[in-house]
């Protein structure tokens, strides 16, 4: 008896190629017909912002932009409804602590909560050496109270340096050529708390990640785009020898303004106007009041108008409970 062995062979085949082109996997009324089905369910199960995302909402226009951003809280609702389940893959990771560089780039990955079955994939980075983590806009602060109060008092009433109590200082005054004023460093400074953003660098990673997969998976980027909630306001200028510049004002003895520095006197961006009043609205300011009380303080009768090195105490004013606001 003679025994069969198998001999494994390999045969070359031919393929069509019409069979390897791309084509669509439906026709354009059925593709048309599931883009309004996603539209209708964004505008009636996504709550839209008002503030660019301030007021909590899924998605808004950011001011200065004109396409809709897709947010944390609204990818997460797309996850949900869809049935995803979202992990997370470090792809790169450097931390120095000595020179507070903290950076991470993450993989989001989309399963179906259904079978377990990848869906699609999204990345993500973030670096505490973006301008918004690793500078700060500093201003000259009363060595007495510790408050950023520091302005310039008129030459008529003997010139110095006052802690303004309508900024919520001391009173205190200080010579023109006190060191403890004028030796202080203003304008764009290192951030002297950047190890603290550490934390915040991983998470906005994450979330990037998150809003690129989602956004990729529900096939939405026609509606949406992602980050521009992250743009931050204009960064200070770099650091300058120049003293404040003096500015008439209506108060006996001191401005009313705040410090007015003459390489840093650009005026706000329409974004970031839009901001202060969407922050200013929501506790309760309206517009007479808001208009008074730049007027009073900042010597500036539009929100428009607002020097952008004040832009960030404003802010944080503004910010605050009416009732707890400087007046």
Same mark, same amino acid.
């Given at each position: 008896?003679?025994?069969?062995?198998?001999?494994?062979?390999? $045969?070359?085949?031919?393929?069509?190629?019409?069979?390897?082109?791309?084509?669509?996997?439906?026709?354009?009324?059925?593709?048309?017909?599931?883009?309004?089905?996603?539209?209708?369910?964004?505008?009636?199960?996504? #709550?839209?912002?008002?503030?660019?995302?301030?007021?909590?909402?899924?998605?808004?226009?950011?001011?200065?932009?004109?396409?809709?951003?897709?947010?944390?809280?609204? $990818?997460?609702?797309?996850?949900?409804?869809?049935?995803?389940?979202?992990?997370?893959?470090?792809?790169?990771?450097?931390?120095? +602590?000595?020179?507070?560089?903290?950076?991470?780039?993450?993989?989001?990955?989309?399963?179906?909560?259904?079978?377990?079955?990848?869906?699609?994939?999204?990345?993500?980075?973030?670096?505490?050496?973006?301008?918004?983590?690793?500078?700060?806009?500093?201003?000259?602060?009363?060595?007495?109270?510790?408050?950023?109060?520091?302005?310039?008092?008129?030459?008529?009433?003997?010139?110095?340096?006052?802690?303004?109590?309508?900024?919520?200082?001391?009173?205190?005054?200080?010579?023109?050529?006190?060191?403890?004023?004028?030796?202080?460093?203003?304008?764009?400074?290192?951030?002297? !708390?950047?190890?603290?953003?550490?934390?915040?660098?991983?998470?906005?990673?994450?979330?990037?990640?998150?809003?690129?997969?989602?956004?990729?998976?529900?096939?939405?980027?026609?509606?949406?785009? #992602?980050?521009?909630?992250?743009?931050?306001?204009?960064?200070?200028?770099?650091? %300058?020898?120049?003293?404040?510049?003096?500015?008439?004002?209506? %108060?006996?003895?001191?401005?009313?303004?705040?410090? @007015?520095?003459?390489?840093? !006197?650009?005026?706000?961006?329409?974004? #970031?106007?839009?901001?202060?009043?969407?922050?200013?609205?929501?506790?309760? +300011?309206?517009?007479?009041?808001?208009?008074?009380?730049?007027?009073?303080?900042?010597?500036?009768?539009?929100?428009?108008?607002?020097?952008?090195?004040?832009?960030? @105490?404003?802010?944080?004013?503004?910010?605050?409970?009416?009732?707890?606001?400087?007046?």
């Amino acid at each position: 008896m003679t025994d069969v062995i198998d001999i494994p062979t390999t $045969a070359l085949a031919t393929r069509d190629r019409s069979s390897i082109l791309l084509m669509p996997v439906m026709d354009i009324p059925t593709a048309l017909a599931r883009l309004q089905e996603f539209q209708g369910f964004i505008a009636q199960y996504l #709550q839209q912002s008002a503030d660019g995302g301030q007021d909590g909402g899924d998605y808004g226009i950011i001011p200065g932009t004109k396409k809709k951003t897709l947010l944390k809280s609204g $990818a997460e609702k797309l996850c949900e409804i869809y049935g995803l389940a979202d992990e997370y893959v470090m792809l790169k990771e450097i931390e120095q +602590w000595d020179t507070g560089l903290f950076a991470y780039t993450l993989k989001c990955i989309l399963k179906s909560r259904r079978d377990d079955s990848v869906v699609g994939e999204g990345l993500g980075s973030c670096s505490t050496y973006e301008t918004k983590y690793r500078w700060r806009d500093a201003q000259r602060v009363c060595p007495q109270c510790q408050m950023s109060a520091i302005i310039k008092g008129r030459a008529e009433y003997g010139g110095g340096w006052v802690c303004f109590g309508k900024k919520g200082g001391c009173g205190a005054k200080f010579a023109d050529d006190d060191p403890v004023i004028t030796k202080q460093t203003i304008g764009r400074i290192d951030n002297p !708390d950047i190890i603290d953003q550490r934390n915040t660098a991983l998470k906005m990673a994450k979330k990037r990640a998150k809003i690129d997969a989602v956004i990729g998976v529900t096939r939405s980027s026609g509606i949406f785009t #992602q980050d521009l909630e992250d743009l931050s306001a204009e960064a200070p200028s770099k650091p %300058s020898a120049r003293e404040p510049a003096k500015a008439p004002q209506n %108060s006996p003895g001191v401005s009313t303004s705040a410090p @007015t520095d003459t390489r840093n !006197d650009a005026i706000i961006s329409p974004a #970031q106007g839009k901001k202060l009043w969407a922050v200013a609205r929501r506790h309760g +300011w309206d517009e007479p009041a808001l208009r008074a009380w730049l007027i009073d303080l900042w010597n500036c009768d539009s929100i428009h108008k607002v020097k952008r090195q004040n832009f960030d @105490t404003i802010l944080e004013q503004l910010a605050r409970p009416k009732t707890e606001v400087p007046a």
